[in-house]
Nanobody, 116 residues
């Protein structure tokens, strides 16, 4: 069974940068979508960015121009480069891998905290 291992979270000041990594334990060949989500206190988990198998990407309006999602298929890894971080970006970030069958798996989450 494929598992996702996340890393790269931490504490940074506003305006700083972080790069989150999500590595799959097995091949991601044939995947449909890989996405990054975040969850903050009092809110449901929300989509931040996604990338399809064909390479197309999408972003939440709140992060457009600041975040970049990418994948390295040979490494079975998806990345989220976060620049110009703001305090409102604070939250637990999760990666999700989904196949065309509808089957999906979540990572365990990594904490991102942006201070003023």
């Amino acid at each position: 069974q494929v598992q996702l291992a996340e890393s790269g979270g931490g504490l940074v000041q506003a305006g700083g940068s972080l790069r989150l990594s999500c590595a799959a334990s097995g091949t991601i060949f044939g995947f449909k979508t890989m996405g990054w989500y975040r969850q903050v206190p009092g809110n449901q988990r929300e989509l931040v960015a996604f990338i399809h198998s064909g390479g197309s990407t999408g972003y939440a309006d709140s992060v457009k121009g600041r975040f970049t999602i990418s994948k390295v298929s040979a490494e079975n890894t998806v990345y989220l480069q976060m620049d110009g971080l703001k305090p409102e970006d604070t939250g637990v970030y999760y990666c999700k891998l989904e196949w065309f069958t509808g089957y999906y798996v979540w990572g365990q989450g990594t904490q991102v905290t942006v201070s003023s």
